[in-house]
């Protein structure tokens, strides 16, 4: 069993930045893929950014050149770097963990932390 604890979600304005955090315990395989997705009112669940333990990274296309995803493998942390936020941004974002090198559903959820990017 992996635990997920998130934090820095929040309010800001469009066009600024917010970085958020997601540090894993328990049973933490060396092999894994930790990552980020979002939910928005009245939408499906979507994958944000993904990177296994090796440093392999994959983003979904709206955040590309916007968002960056980097790992602390020795503190089984993720974070994820937001810039140049958008109001379509606007999510309940979650943390995932996958004891896998695959990305794919994750086995473990952090429980959420709101983002809002709002004037």
């Known amino acids: 069993q992996v635990q997920l604890v998130e934090s820095g979600g929040g309010l800001v304005q469009p066009g600024g930045s917010l970085r958020l955090s997601c540090a894993a315990s328990g049973s933490v395989l060396r092999f894994n893929v930790m990552g980020w997705y979002r939910q928005a009112p009245g939408k499906e669940r979507e994958l944000v950014a993904a990177?296994?333990?090796?440093?392999?990274?994959t983003y979904a296309d709206s955040v590309k050149g916007r968002f960056t995803i980097s790992r602390d493998n020795a503190k089984n942390t993720v974070y994820l770097q937001m810039n140049s936020l958008k109001p379509e941004d606007t999510a309940v974002y979650y943390c995932?963990?996958?004891?896998?090198?695959?990305?794919?559903?994750?086995?473990?959820w952090g429980q959420g932390t709101q983002v809002t990017v709002s004037s």
């Open positions: 995932g963990y996958r004891g896998s090198l695959r990305i794919g559903t994750p086995d473990s």
């Open positions: 990177a296994t333990s090796y440093g392999t990274a």
